[in-house]
Structure formats: structure tokens, C-alpha cells
């Protein structure tokens, strides 16, 4: 699935398209920072495992976020 183009397609005009998509790339990226802190935090060093972990959940709760909203 191109998430890129079920946005596009779905929203009102391609201008408003291409700003949730932006949107929903920053969310992740803002998901990320917040858990990639938190576990720098609490253990000290993030290892591959966990990258993989917050990388794989930021990406999981982006979908459940856009979904809800309708945009994907």
C-alpha cells in the first residue's frame, strides 16, 4: 500500500493532501524522539532492538492515529 498516494487521493485537493502527509511524516518522527529519550533514560543506551522496537511503534500508532482521522 503507497501510503503517500491514499492520503493524496483522499483528501479535498492535492495542496491539503501533501500537508497531512507531512504532518503524519513529523508525527512519526516526533513518536520516535519522545520514545527513543525515554529509553536513553531508563537504560541507558538504545541498542538495535530497541531502535527496531520504537521504530516499528511509531509507525504502528501513525496508522491508528490516521486511520481514525480517515486520512489513510
Do not use: C, H, W
Not at 503507497?2 to 491539503?16: C, Q
Not at 537504560?43 to 482521522?69: C, K, L, T
Request: aromatic share 6%; no cysteine; glycine share 8%.
Amino acid at each position: 500500500m503507497d501510503v503517500g498516494k491514499s492520503i493524496i487521493a483522499k483528501a479535498p485537493t492535492k495542496g491539503e493532501g501533501l500537508e497531512r502527509l507531512q504532518e503524519m511524516k513529523d508525527y512519526v518522527r516526533e513518536v520516535i524522539v519522545a520514545e527513543y529519550k525515554l529509553e536513553r533514560a531508563s537504560v541507558g543506551i538504545v541498542g538495535r532492538a530497541a531502535i527496531d522496537r520504537i521504530s516499528r511503534n511509531a509507525i504502528q500508532q501513525a496508522f491508528e492515529v490516521f486511520e481514525e482521522d480517515g486520512d489513510l
